[in-house]
Every structure is written in C-alpha cells, then in structure tokens.
C-alpha cells in the first residue's frame, strides 16, 4: 500500500505536469489510433490470403495486437521516461536527490516520471482485448484467464526488469539511450506471434531481447496453447530478472560520482 501511494503521488505529479500541454493527449490519441489502424491493416492483408497464420486464428491475433498495445502503453507512459531520466541524472550528478531521499532509491527512479498521455495506448490495447475476448469468450476459461493475469504481469515486470539493466549501464557509459531505440524497433515485432519468425530471431525475440514474454506468451495464455514449462519459465524468468536488475543496480551505485562527491 505504501508503494502504491508513492506512486499516486507522482501520478498525480505527472498528471499535473502534463495538463499543461493538453494538445499532447489529442497527438498521442491520434498516434495511437495510425499504429492500430497499421497493424490491423496488415492483419487484414494477411488474413485474405488464408484463414490462420502459424495455428493462430484472426481473434486470437486481434488479442495479441490488445496485450501489445496494453504492454507498450505501460511502457510508454512510464518505463522509459523514468529510464530516460534515470540516465539524465547520472550523467548530471542530480542522482543525489533520490539516493538521500528515505525511501528506496531504485523505487523512485522507477516511477519518477509517469507520462500520463501516453495511457492512450494502454487503454487502446484494453479496448482491442476486450473486443477479441467477446469473439473468442466461449473458448475462455476461469483457469486461462488466470494464467493470462500471471503471465501478464511476468511479462511487464520482465520488460521493466530489462530496462532497469540497460539504463544502469548508463553509470560506465554515456549513450545508452540508443540501445533504448533498439529495445523499441525490436518490440514492433511482438505485434505478431513469436512463432512465426525463424528460429534465429525466436531466440533474440525470447532470451535477447524478451519481446516474446511481454506479448505472445500472455495472448497465448488466452487461447490455451501455454505449456506449463512455459508458464514456469515465464514466472521464473520474471524473479530471476527482477533479482539480477536490483543486483546490478547496487553494483552500479559503487561506480557512481554525483554532484556531492
């Protein structure tokens, strides 16, 4: 509860914040609704040229296109502008104000930035979830909408836990804002199911960079095609990651010179 409430406090922050430039939210809602209409453009194209793409049914797709825009829409809002600045203060030296605040460091450069316009794609890919769940509700069950809620949540706080490492690097080098473009070109990719690539980029997508896991698995959790080892490895692969994020991090705090030192 109290994470919570230090996190509505710089919802409200960020929500303040971003009243001042209320034209975001009509250029963010308008983004939005052109990625939609892309990907489910080429849904279409596919889908006129043959009934299933690697076993996956249009409703199912038209689900996994729901957790993409719900995953990149947390990402979005505040992940990456909490990273961003995460690696703006080390390079400044104002990291200090978050290490002499008492409360965990780690916590409050992880939510010190909510950008509250960029929801809209999170409630985007709600509306386009819950569109296919009343296509394909009969198939749904109590057990899978379970798994889904697991593999969910596992699949954000491993994208979070794969952010949090490559914005400490920021602490021995300068541009990792870069790697952060990579991470985003590399995402677009889990608009479709992992499956349906080469084995080659399965790999990348799965254990490189760990697009399969924040998309696929969790769509696939909604159509009973899961595995058990896949729901183990996608649990399992969440706390070892979470676990090896706050690790590096306090490993990164040793190197770090501010502007009290």
């Known amino acids: ?3 919570l409430r230090l996190f509505a406090v710089y919802l409200r922050l960020g929500l303040l914040g971003e009243m001042e430039y209320r034209a975001n939210f009509w250029i963010n809602l308008l983004q ?5 209409g892309v990907a489910l453009a080429g849904l279409a194209v596919v889908f006129d040229h043959t009934d299933t793409l690697g076993d996956w049914k249009p409703d199912e797709l038209l689900a996994l296109v729901g957790v993409y825009f719900l995953i990149a829409g947390m990402i979005r809002s505040l992940v990456r502008p909490s990273m961003q600045l995460f690696m703006e203060d080390i ?3 104002t990291l200090d104000f978050k290490l002499t605040k008492p409360e965990d460091a780690q916590l409050l450069v992880s939510i010190q930035r909510v950008e509250i316009w960029r929801l809209v794609d999170a409630v985007v890919g709600i509306i386009v979830l819950s569109i296919a769940l009343s296509r394909i509700g009969a198939q749904i069950g109590l057990t899978d909408a379970l798994i889904f809620g697991v593999t969910l949540v596992a699949g954000g706080l491993i994208v979070y836990s794969f952010f949090m490492i490559l914005a400490t690097c920021a602490f021995w080098f300068v541009r990792v804002e870069n790697i952060l473009v990579i ?3 590399m995402y677009q990719a889990g608009r479709w199911p992992v499956t349906i690539y080469p084995t080659w980029l399965q790999w ?3 254990f ?5 896991f924040a998309t696929t698995v969790p769509a696939s959790a909604l159509t ?3 595995e058990a080892g896949l729901l183990a490895s996608s649990v399992g692969l969440a706390i070892g990651l979470f676990v090896a994020a706050r690790l590096f991090w306090r490993y990164g705090l040793r190197f770090y010179s501010g502007a009290s030192a």
Do not use: C, N, Q, Y
């Not at 939005?32 to 939609?36: C, D, H, K, R, V």
């Open 1 to 3: 509860m109290h994470i």
């Open 32 to 36: 939005s609704f052109l990625e939609l």
């Open 91 to 93: 390079r400044k030296g």
């Open 183 to 185: 991470f985003d070109s």
């Open 204 to 206: 990348i997508l799965t």
């Open 208 to 212: 490189l960079v760990p697009v399969a």
């Open 224 to 226: 009973s095609r899961i």
